[in-house]
């Protein structure tokens, strides 16, 4: 499995393909919302800004076509706090015939390895649905902790 960061030149066509069987999987998640009857453009224009535009870093994992990916952006602190610089973990996907092989943690690696060499962060976050029992159990076992805890309130 060969891991490299996906670029400009890069065809992402595959990129749009894995985002969008992402957010389909993630939909039996979330708490608060439902996908968009549209997704499918919306997710595709993400994921042109995000390597296009340099909106975020992405990291592929290759097999030789793309079997994987995460992407993280980074954000600078609030100037009312101490500033830091945290990398934010936007997504993470693997193909099903992939996952428990030890491929997420190779990926997560690979964004630990940039968040501190070249960007310098002293913070990763990221974002999981409480329910989502699987990611909960990744992102423990990689040793990311709990330190929010959001609340919403329905006013329907």
């Not at 993630?26 to 909106?55: G, H, M, P």
């Not at 330190?147 to 006013?155: A, F, G, H, I, V």
């Amino acid at each position: 499995m060969n891991i490299k960061e996906i670029k400009h030149s890069d065809d992402i066509t595959d990129l749009h393909m894995l985002w969008v069987k992402f957010v389909e999987e993630i939909d039996e998640y979330l708490v608060i919302n439902s996908i968009a009857e549209n997704y499918r453009s919306i997710l595709e224009n993400q994921a042109d800004r995000w390597v296009k535009e340099d909106e975020m870093v992405v990291f592929g994992c290759f097999n030789p076509t793309l079997k994987g990916f995460v992407a993280a952006k980074e954000n600078t602190g609030n100037s009312l706090f101490t500033a830091s610089t945290v990398i934010y973990i936007n997504a993470i996907y693997l193909e099903p015939e992939y996952r428990g092989k030890g491929y997420g943690a190779i990926l997560i690696s690979r964004v630990e390895e940039w968040a501190e060499r070249d960007i310098g962060a002293d913070h990763i976050s990221l974002s999981v649905e409480p329910n989502n029992e699987p990611a909960q159990k990744f992102w423990e076992s990689m040793g990311y902790q709990t330190t929010l805890e959001k609340r919403t309130k329905s006013t329907e």
